[in-house]
Structure formats: structure tokens, C-alpha cells
């Protein structure tokens, strides 16, 4: 059975610093792309971050562009989000996906359950 489980998440105070881990399991680093994506209260899932497990190869959109860093630990099945200079609007639900197909911001095939970020002004 795959699975994608998310840890680390919590409350800090807006300046404050998380990471996040995913863990896969039933599966094993290849090709893949494994991305970050959040979910705040009133707004759409937004993707923010992106890595591609074999070149490394990241991506980020400009709201966390110079705060957020994804990488990736291909012998422990692994990606983090280490996430720093927190503000209140990074408050959301985080969750991690994989595509199998190398789709950064495409359709994906597995989800983690997510992980709770709430940030304090």
C-alpha cells in the first residue's frame, strides 16, 4: 500500500520556523515529482514548492519564493519543507503529493493526509 504521511506541522508565531516531512512508503524514490501544496481556510489548494526526486530540480511560487526550501532524502524516502520566516497568511493545511509522471503542478497519484501549519501574529 502507498502512503504519504505528513509531520512537523504546529503553531508558531509569525517570524517562527517549521519543517515539514513526508515519508512514502510502498513505494520508493525514482523519477518522481513531489510536490507541496497548502489549503487555507476560504481559498483554493495552491501549490508551493516542487522537487523532482532524481535531478533535484525545485520550484516555488513567488508568495513563499526566498522563505520556503523543499528538499529530498532519495535513501529514506523523504521530502521537507523547511519553511522560515512564517507569516499569519501561511497558515493552512499542507499536504504532499507525488506524480509519478513528473507533473510539478499536473494531476497526482498519491496524497498524504496533511499536516496542520497555523501561524500567530
Known amino acids: 500500500e502507498v502512503q504519504l504521511v505528513e509531520s512537523g506541522g504546529g503553531l508558531v508565531q509569525a517570524g517562527g520556523s517549521l519543517r515539514l516531512s513526508c515519508v512514502a512508503s510502498g513505494f520508493t524514490f525514482d523519477d518522481y515529482a513531489i510536490a507541496w501544496f497548502r489549503q487555507a481556510p476560504g481559498k483554493e489548494r495552491e501549490g508551493v514548492s516542487c522537487?523532482?526526486?532524481?535531478?533535484?530540480?525545485?520550484y516555488y511560487p513567488d508568495s513563499v519564493k526566498g522563505r520556503f526550501t523543499i528538499s529530498r532524502d532519495n535513501v529514506k524516502n523523504t521530502v521537507y519543507l523547511q519553511m522560515n520566516s512564517l507569516k499569519p497568511e501561511d497558515t493552512a493545511v499542507y499536504y504532499c503529493?507525488?506524480?509519478?509522471?513528473?507533473?510539478?503542478?499536473?494531476?497526482?497519484?498519491?496524497w498524504g493526509q496533511g499536516t496542520q501549519v497555523t501561524v500567530s501574529s
Open positions: 503529493a507525488v506524480s509519478l509522471e513528473r507533473l510539478c503542478w499536473g494531476p497526482k497519484d498519491y
Open positions: 522537487i523532482t526526486t532524481r535531478s533535484g530540480s525545485t
